[in-house]
């Protein structure tokens, strides 16, 4: 129903920035919740960012400052800018829908994409 395809990681120095980006598609009328996660080794997974249709975010304490999640609503697109990265954001960064309305119904569910990892060097 919803595919997500997310890019932009890479391998970054400590106190270096990436922008990750995230496109949703599928027959997508408008979407309620668009969000990042990550998950390092060995750790579960958690929040980062989520950013509403009507442009509400939520950020995680630790990024806080750093960290700027954004939308396109037209495009369906979310981006997460990264600023002054640690190296313990090392991670596989995940791309979340919560909630779509296809023109006709409401998918009240969660869709994930692949992954895209970050890499912080020391």
């Known amino acids: 129903q919803v595919q997500l395809v997310e890019s932009g990681g890479g391998l970054v120095q400590s106190g270096g920035s990436l922008r990750l980006s995230c496109a949703a598609s599928?027959?997508?009328?408008?979407?309620?919740?668009m969000g990042w996660y990550r998950q390092a080794p060995g750790k579960e997974r958690e929040l980062v960012a989520t950013?509403?249709?009507?442009?509400?975010?939520n950020d995680a304490d630790s990024v806080k400052g750093r960290f700027t999640i954004s939308r396109d609503r037209p495009e369906n697109t979310v981006y997460l800018r990264m600023n002054n990265l640690k190296h313990e954001e090392t991670a596989v960064y995940y791309c979340?829908?919560?909630?779509?309305?296809?023109?006709?119904?409401?998918?009240?569910?969660?869709?994930w994409g692949q992954g895209t990892q970050v890499t912080v060097s020391s």
């Open positions: 979340k829908v919560e909630g779509f309305y296809n023109g006709t119904y409401y998918y009240n569910g969660n869709w």
């Open positions: 599928g027959r997508i009328f408008s979407i309620n919740i």
């Open positions: 950013v509403t249709s009507d442009g509400s975010t």
